[in-house]
C-alpha cells in the first residue's frame, strides 16, 4: 500500500481538538507558532545542507523537520504544524520565490502595475499539480507522527500574500501594496478573489492529504485600519473559512484564524465560521474574552520577547496569561506571533512547561469550585 492509501494510525491525542470545537478540556492544550523552524540547532544544522524550499519541497525532509520539535519537546506540545510556508501559494500561481538566509523572502520579479496579473500569474491552478509535495508532505508526516499529536495545514490569507507578491519581499509600510488597493481597488479584489479560490483548494486538499486542523495566517492584517481591513481582508478571510468547509462537509476540520494586528476587528473574526480566532499580545484576555462571548475558542498570545526576558518573567507572564483564559475551555495557549529565531531552546521549554504546569493548577481549581 502506498503511503495515500494506508489509514492513518489512530489519534492518541485530541486535546486540540476538543479544545478547539469549544468542549471542556482537562487542561489548555499548547502549540507555537513557528515551532519547526529557526531558533532549533537541529532544524539549523539541516538548513546548512539544504535551500529553504528544497526542505519544502522534499516530503522527507519536510517530514523530519515538522517532528524536530515534538521530539525535542516529548509530550509538551499538543500538536504539530507541517513544515511549508506561506509563500507556496504565490509560487503555485507562476512567481518566483527565493528565501534569502538572512534577509527572508525574495521576489525577483514582484507585480506592479495591475497589468502584471495577466502577464506574470497563471488563470487557472491546479493545487494537486503544482503543490503535491505539500501534501505529500502531510500525508507522510501524519503517518510518522504516530497519532502523537493532531497535525495542522495552514495557508497564508489573501491580502497578506497579495502584499508579499507586490512588495516582492518583507517592508516596513507596505507602501506599493496599500497603493494597489487605494489606486486600483477593482483590481486589487480581482487578485483577492484569485488567490482566495487558491487557498481554498490548497486549505481542502491539505485536509484531504491528512490535515487535522487549518490555520490561516493573516499576517500583515493590522497593516490595514479598520476600513479597510473590512474591505480588503475580511470577506476573503470569511470566504475560506466557508468554501473550505462546504467543500469537505462531514471531513471538515476546525480552522484558526490569526489576523496579526488588526485588534479592532476581533469581535467581527468571531461570527465568521471559524472555530478559533488566534491572538496577538495587544489584547488582555479579558478584553479578548470580552469580544467574542464565548463563540469562538481563543488562541495565543503571549509577546515572543518575554522568551528573553529570562526564567521569571517567562513563568510570570505565562502563568498570567494560562489564568487569564482560563484552562479547561475554548482556550489553545500559543504565542502571540511566531517564536523568534535567537530565542533559546531552554526558554521555549520553560514556556512550554509553564503552561502545562499552571493550566493543570487551574483546572484543579475550577474542579475544586465546582465540587464545593
Ligand atoms: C509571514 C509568514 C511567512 N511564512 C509564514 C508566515 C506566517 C506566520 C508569521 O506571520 O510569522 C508561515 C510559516 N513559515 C514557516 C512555517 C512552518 C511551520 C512552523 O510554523 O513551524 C510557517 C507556518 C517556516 C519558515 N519560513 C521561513 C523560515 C526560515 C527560513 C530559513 O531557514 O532561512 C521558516 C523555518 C522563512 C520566512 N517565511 C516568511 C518570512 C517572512 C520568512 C523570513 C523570516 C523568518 O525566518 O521567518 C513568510
Not at 105 to 121: G, R, S
Not at 293 to 322: C, F, S, W
Amino acid at each position: 500500500m502506498t503511503n495515500s492509501t494506508k489509514p492513518f494510525p489512530p489519534l492518541k491525542h485530541d486535546l486540540i481538538l476538543r479544545a478547539a470545537r469549544g468542549e471542556k478540556t482537562e487542561r489548555a492544550p499548547v502549540w507555537v507558532m513557528r515551532q519547526a523552524g529557526r531558533y532549533l540547532p537541529e532544524f539549523r544544522a539541516e538548513r546548512v545542507e539544504n535551500d529553504f524550499f528544497k526542505i519544502c519541497r522534499t516530503p522527507e525532509l519536510a517530514t523530519k523537520v515538522t517532528l524536530q520539535p515534538i521530539d525535542r519537546y516529548d509530550g509538551l506540545l499538543d500538536a504539530a504544524i507541517i513544515f511549508s510556508d506561506i509563500l507556496v501559494i504565490p509560487q503555485a500561481l507562476g512567481m518566483t520565490v527565493e528565501m534569502v538566509p538572512g534577509k527572508g523572502p525574495h521576489f525577483p520579479n514582484p507585480l506592479v502595475v495591475p497589468a502584471d496579473i495577466a502577464v506574470q500569474l497563471k488563470e487557472k491552478v491546479d493545487v494537486y499539480q503544482e503543490l503535491p509535495y505539500v501534501f505529500d508532505a502531510i500525508t507522510m508526516t501524519r503517518h510518522a507522527l504516530e497519532g502523537r499529536v493532531p497535525l495542522l495545514g495552514f495557508v497564508g490569507a489573501p491580502w497578506t500574500l497579495m502584499a508579499y507578491m507586490i512588495e516582492g519581499g518583507g517592508s516596513k509600510t507596505l507602501s506599493k501594496a496599500k497603493e494597489w488597493i487605494f489606486k486600483y481597488p477593482k483590481e486589487s479584489h480581482e487578485l483577492l478573489t484569485r488567490i482566495t479560490d487558491v487557498c481554498v483548494d490548497f486549505a481542502v486538499g491539505q485536509v484531504r492529504a491528512g490535515a487535522q486542523m487549518l490555520q490561516v495566517f493573516e499576517s500583515w492584517g493590522g497593516e490595514l485600519g479598520p476600513h479597510d481591513f473590512e474591505l480588503f481582508s475580511l470577506p476573503y478571510l470569511a470566504q475560506i473559512a466557508k468554501r473550505v468547509k462546504a467543500e469537505l462537509g462531514s471531513e471538515a476540520v476546525p480552522m484558526t484564524v490569526f489576523a496579526k494586528g488588526s485588534w479592532y476587528a476581533l469581535e467581527q473574526l468571531s461570527t465568521l465560521e471559524y472555530d478559533t480566532v488566534s491572538v496577538d499580545w495587544t489584547h488582555s484576555p479579558e478584553s479578548a474574552k470580552a469580544a467574542t462571548k464565548g463563540r469562538v475558542t481563543l488562541q495565543g498570545n503571549m509577546d515572543p520577547n518575554v522568551l528573553y526576558g529570562g526564567d521569571e518573567a517567562i513563568v510570570a507572564a505565562a502563568t498570567r496569561m494560562v489564568r487569564g483564559f482560563g484552562s479547561t475551555g475554548r482556550y489553545i495557549a500559543n504565542l502571540g506571533h511566531g517564536i523568534l529565531p535567537t530565542v533559546p531552546v531552554e526558554a521555549m521549554h520553560l514556556f512550554l512547561s509553564t503552561v502545562h504546569r499552571v493550566g493543570l493548577e487551574v483546572a484543579a481549581e475550577e474542579q475544586a469550585r465546582e465540587s464545593a
